[in-house]
């Protein structure tokens, strides 16, 4: 065992994480790799954003791959255990671990970073393979290829992760970034040695140059590769055995499994399947409250960058995204690599690969309420955002003056927000109505899970705020063009959508106090806005 040869330190990390209580089983990915081991497939790189698991998905590789270890300790538990291929495989390989995102202490150039890898990594074959009397002042490749020669076609199972992180250091250079990639090339490509190149990242290879150094990779991307998507993320089968545990283990429940999904749920795969952020729904059991736990920094908050200055004209789109509609995009993941990203495309491109967006049938939207709360963050300290940050400021008092029925306000309002210069305020369609409404109620996330078109009673309403706390008054919206508020409280009314606050079998009640339907109308010729609010029965009467 070394530093990077067999080296026990995944094997701890991932023994760790199978003790948790919230521990999920993907172990059934290790028979798609073993499919691809010695092939022409042998080249693999998974990217998605961070806390997606990536990293626990390389520790469990090296774990049941390498030699030395004892893997039957982890995985006789695991799925793969009844795979066929298992005794074949388990702690049969040669591993060389990688984790890109350590940097040696002190550490201040390219030339120092890798050679304290490549140092490694020939200190670790020189104690593997004494009788070969290594010579360390040659190459890597040619080590490797000298040992893979002399100990029968010894191959190795290389497993490199954060293959990225190097080109986020600030003193790493455009040539820098050029040397890495071909040392990667170097010890990779058609090398006779290598019997499994598994790398993750968040960026993409292809294309970040010219695409030929890395080219024999085939890259698996979230929203372009179905392959190996389910082992990325929380499906919802899964948060559902997770949830089973947790509300066994906690006494004093305060996370309930709607929320959940509002909060984590929402990354689209390329086909449809929607996924939990891991991390966020893990930190949500352990610490007994759901909450943001995104911890993006550096490149993350970079890409603000576009927002705030309003490039491409991307702050009108987050102002329509905000308010919970999807922006029509074509994706191109390799662009996130570019140091300057000029149009749309390559701007929500970014986001997407960055996990700040997510992708579905050829349109961007944020995915849940954990991303929605950075946007809201942006909003609140960015005056600089102009309209959408003083349509953020007025939400509050918008949301106020609909509990106290204060329809004269609520109005005022919708007229302040429908003079901004902003082409979404047009409401040459219920649509624009729709986006404009969401905006200025958009303090009202903080108290209330906010639902787009939500089916209730005998149809679907445009709005229905479902109290965080059963305690405060709900809130049905409807909306209306060219027709006034007493049509859209009318139709609440008709179509009982009232009933939606009875929850679904198993749900906690949605609310015992009032319930409010409110009414907005607008026409179109007078530019005109009028509001109702009506208190409807008391939803444990209905």
């Given at each position: 065992?070394?530093?990077?040869?067999?080296?026990?330190?995944?094997?701890?990390?991932?023994?760790?994480?199978?003790?948790?209580?919230?521990?999920?089983?993907?172990?059934?990915?290790?028979?798609?790799?073993?499919?691809?081991?010695?092939?022409?497939?042998?080249?693999?790189?998974?990217?998605?954003?961070?806390?997606?698991?990536?990293?626990?998905?390389?520790?469990?590789?090296?774990?049941?791959?390498?030699?030395?270890?004892?893997?039957?300790?982890?995985?006789?538990?695991?799925?793969?255990?009844?795979?066929?291929?298992?005794?074949?495989?388990?702690?049969?390989?040669?591993?060389?671990?990688?984790?890109?995102?350590?940097?040696?202490?002190?550490?201040?150039?390219?030339?120092?970073?890798?050679?304290?890898?490549?140092?490694?990594?020939?200190?670790?074959?020189?104690?593997?393979?004494?009788?070969?009397?290594?010579?360390?002042?040659?190459?890597?490749?040619?080590?490797?290829?000298?040992?893979?020669?002399?100990?029968?076609?010894?191959?190795?199972?290389?497993?490199?992760?954060?293959?990225?992180?190097?080109?986020?250091?600030?003193?790493?250079?455009?040539?820098?970034?050029?040397?890495?990639?071909?040392?990667?090339?170097?010890?990779?490509?058609?090398?006779?040695?290598?019997?499994?190149?598994?790398?993750?990242?968040?960026?993409?290879?292809?294309?970040?140059?010219?695409?030929?150094?890395?080219?024999?990779?085939?890259?698996?991307?979230?929203?372009?590769?179905?392959?190996?998507?389910?082992?990325?993320?929380?499906?919802?089968?899964?948060?559902?055995?997770?949830?089973?545990?947790?509300?066994?283990?906690?006494?004093?429940?305060?996370?309930?499994?709607?929320?959940?999904?509002?909060?984590?749920?929402?990354?689209?795969?390329?086909?449809?399947?929607?996924?939990?952020?891991?991390?966020?729904?893990?930190?949500?059991?352990?610490?007994?409250?759901?909450?943001?736990?995104?911890?993006?920094?550096?490149?993350?908050?970079?890409?603000?960058?576009?927002?705030?200055?309003?490039?491409?004209?991307?702050?009108?789109?987050?102002?329509?995204?905000?308010?919970?509609?999807?922006?029509?995009?074509?994706?191109?993941?390799?662009?996130?690599?570019?140091?300057?990203?000029?149009?749309?495309?390559?701007?929500?491109?970014?986001?997407?690969?960055?996990?700040?967006?997510?992708?579905?049938?050829?349109?961007?939207?944020?995915?849940?309420?954990?991303?929605?709360?950075?946007?809201?963050?942006?909003?609140?300290?960015?005056?600089?955002?102009?309209?959408?940050?003083?349509?953020?400021?007025?939400?509050g008092k918008m949301l106020y003056a609909t509990l106290h029925g204060d329809t004269k306000t609520m109005a005022a309002i919708l007229q302040q927000a429908h003079n901004t210069e902003t082409p979404i305020l047009a409401y040459n369609h219920e649509t624009e109505l729709a986006a404009v409404v969401n905006l200025v109620y958009?303090?009202?996330?903080?108290?209330?899970?906010?639902?787009?078109?939500?089916?209730?009673?005998?149809?679907?309403?445009?709005?229905?705020?479902?109290?965080?706390?059963?305690?405060?008054?709900?809130?049905?919206?409807?909306?209306?063009?060219?027709?006034?508020?007493?049509?859209?409280?009318?139709?609440?009314?008709?179509?009982?959508?009232?009933?939606?606050?009875?929850?679904?079998?198993?749900?906690?009640?949605?609310?015992?106090?009032?319930?409010?339907?409110?009414?907005?109308?607008?026409?179109?010729?007078?530019?005109?806005?009028?509001?109702?609010?009506?208190?409807?029965?008391?939803?444990?009467?209905?």
């Amino acid at each position: 065992m070394g530093m990077y040869l067999n080296s026990i330190a995944p094997y701890m990390n991932y023994q760790e994480m199978t003790t948790s209580s919230y521990y999920v089983d993907k172990s059934d990915m290790i028979r798609e790799i073993i499919a691809a081991i010695g092939t022409p497939g042998k080249y693999i790189c998974i990217t998605r954003p961070r806390r997606f698991g990536k990293t626990i998905t390389a520790n469990m590789l090296s774990s049941f791959f390498a030699r030395g270890m004892d893997g039957g300790m982890i995985f006789d538990k695991l799925r793969i255990a009844h795979a066929p291929e298992y005794p074949e495989h388990l702690n049969r390989h040669e591993v060389i671990y990688i984790d890109c995102s350590i940097v040696p202490e002190g550490c201040r150039s390219y030339k120092e970073y890798i050679q304290n890898i490549s140092q490694g990594i020939k200190t670790d074959l020189a104690a593997a393979y004494p009788n070969l009397a290594l010579d360390s002042g040659k190459s890597l490749w040619d080590i490797l290829m000298q040992v893979c020669i002399h100990e029968n076609g010894r191959r190795f199972l290389f497993i490199i992760d954060e293959w990225d992180s190097v080109f986020h250091l600030s003193w790493i250079s455009e040539e820098d970034r050029k040397a890495y990639l071909l040392f990667l090339r170097s010890l990779l490509k058609g090398q006779a040695y290598v019997e499994l190149a598994y790398m993750t990242g968040i960026l993409p290879i292809v294309k970040y140059s010219d695409g030929s150094e890395l080219n024999m990779f085939v890259e698996y991307q979230m929203t372009t590769m179905e392959k190996y998507s389910k082992y990325f993320g929380f499906t919802s089968q899964e948060v559902d055995r997770l949830y089973g545990i947790y509300l066994k283990q906690e006494t004093a429940v305060k996370v309930f499994r709607e929320e959940l999904e509002e909060w984590y749920n929402g990354y689209h795969t390329l086909e449809g399947r929607k996924l939990y952020n891991p991390r966020s729904v893990v930190l949500a059991f352990q610490n007994n409250k759901v909450g943001s736990y995104w911890t993006g920094s550096g490149t993350y908050d970079s890409i603000f960058y576009y927002i705030q200055n309003n490039i491409a004209a991307v702050r009108d789109d987050l102002a329509l995204m905000i308010s919970g509609e999807r922006i029509p995009v074509r994706i191109q993941e390799y662009a996130a690599t570019a140091y300057r990203l000029e149009s749309k495309d390559q701007i929500y491109s970014a986001m997407v690969v960055y996990g700040l967006l997510t992708y579905e049938n050829g349109k961007v939207f944020i995915p849940n309420r954990e991303l929605m709360e950075k946007y809201e963050e942006l909003l609140i300290h960015k005056e600089s955002l102009g309209y959408i940050y003083e349509l953020a400021n007025i939400s509050g008092k918008m949301l106020y003056a609909t509990l106290h029925g204060d329809t004269k306000t609520m109005a005022a309002i919708l007229q302040q927000a429908h003079n901004t210069e902003t082409p979404i305020l047009a409401y040459n369609h219920e649509t624009e109505l729709a986006a404009v409404v969401n905006l200025v109620y958009l303090a009202a996330r903080n108290d209330y899970h906010v639902e787009r078109e939500d089916k209730a009673g005998k149809g679907y309403v445009d709005f229905i705020f479902y109290p965080n706390d059963p305690q405060k008054d709900g809130i049905i919206l409807e909306l209306k063009v060219d027709r006034g508020p007493e049509e859209a409280i009318r139709q609440i009314k008709e179509r009982e959508y009232v009933l939606r606050f009875r929850g679904k079998a198993g749900e906690r009640p949605r609310c015992t106090s009032r319930i409010l339907a409110v009414g907005i109308g607008y026409d179109r010729e007078s530019k005109e806005h009028r509001c109702l609010v009506e208190v409807l029965e008391q939803a444990q009467e209905v």
